[in-house]
């Protein structure tokens, strides 16, 4: 069965790096545009940004545009979030997701396939 398994999150300051990691198993990652999505204490699900299977183009939310990049090997199934520049407003639940629909655009669920159980980041001094 498909299984997405997010890890790096943590508390970090403001102004603080954090790289998060996604490793994914039971299906064919290099078949899949993959994203990351996160939710803020309170809110909905708040699309990030994406990454085509070949890993050579990608797209991102205006809200982590220039903070954050996306990047995936696929020789190893593994999925990254580079975040950088951390703000308080990006503390929330990360998950990884497979993109179905709608690349590039914000979160619908029905644009999503599996999801995994997420990784917190919390930024605070």
């Known amino acids: 069965q498909v299984q997405l398994v997010e890890s790096g999150g943590g508390l970090v300051q403001p102004g603080g790096s954090l790289r998060l990691s996604c490793a994914a198993s039971?299906?064919?990652?290099?078949?899949?545009?993959m994203s990351w999505v996160r939710q803020a204490p309170g809110k909905g699900l708040e699309w990030v940004g994406d990454?085509?299977?070949?890993?050579?183009?990608?797209y991102y939310a205006d809200s982590v545009k220039g903070r954050f990049t996306i990047a995936r090997d696929n020789t190893k199934n593994t999925l990254y979030l580079q975040m950088n520049s951390l703000q308080p407003e990006d503390t929330a639940l990360y998950y990884c997701?497979?993109?179905?629909?709608?690349?590039?655009?914000?979160?619908?669920?029905?644009?999503?396939?599996?999801r995994g159980q997420g990784t917190q980041v919390t930024v605070s001094s």
């Open positions: 990454i085509v299977t070949h890993g050579r183009r990608t």
């Open positions: 039971g299906f064919t990652f290099t078949d899949y545009t």
């Open positions: 997701a497979q993109r179905i629909y709608r690349l590039g655009a914000s979160y619908q669920s029905a644009d999503f396939g599996s």
